[in-house]
């Protein structure tokens, strides 16, 4: 995925730059969830640098695709996965010991409490990776 930025100020080995949201970004199913807006707004971020872009030169910035699949799949896929499996372990807990009249609740109560461990895992991992340099996107070239 890639988008044109410009270059606000240049720290070391990264920059921050700021994105002007494309017309793709209209057409995008995501557009609402992935935080980034609708066309025309800009968003400013920190970016490898690797190219020795300086402050003010339009650049074209780059996240790999892998991350953005990985990234995708944590924040949305594994939650569901955990409450349908902690809804089916709940289920399976109360038939076993014999209270099957409450199982439906003792389902919702274990998958919602799963889900909830795991919120707060996400919570801790985006604390964690808003700062590793896997998950920054990359200055590829000067536009």
Not at 15 to 28: E, K, N
Not at 39 to 54: D, F, I, Q, R, W
Not at 79 to 95: D, N, R, S
Not at 120 to 142: C, D, F
Request: proline letters at 3%.
């Amino acid at each position: 995925m890639e988008e044109e930025a410009v270059v606000i100020s240049v720290q070391g080995e990264n920059a921050t730059v700021r994105i002007m949201r494309s017309g793709s970004c209209d057409g995008c199913s995501a557009k609402s969830t992935c935080g980034t807006g609708s066309s025309g707004e800009e968003k400013v971020t920190e970016a490898l640098n690797p190219v020795g872009a300086a402050p003010g030169q339009r650049v074209i910035i780059s996240i790999k695709p892998g991350v953005v699949l990985k990234a995708s799949l944590i924040v949305y896929l594994l939650p569901i996965l955990v409450l349908i499996g902690g809804a089916i372990l709940g289920k399976e807990m109360a038939t076993s010991m014999g209270n099957e009249a409450q199982s439906d609740f003792w389902a919702a109560v274990v998958g919602f409490s799963l889900m909830a461990i795991v919120f707060a895992v996400q919570w801790l991992w985006n604390k964690r990776a808003s700062t590793a340099r896997e998950y920054m996107p990359t200055i590829i070239k000067v536009a």
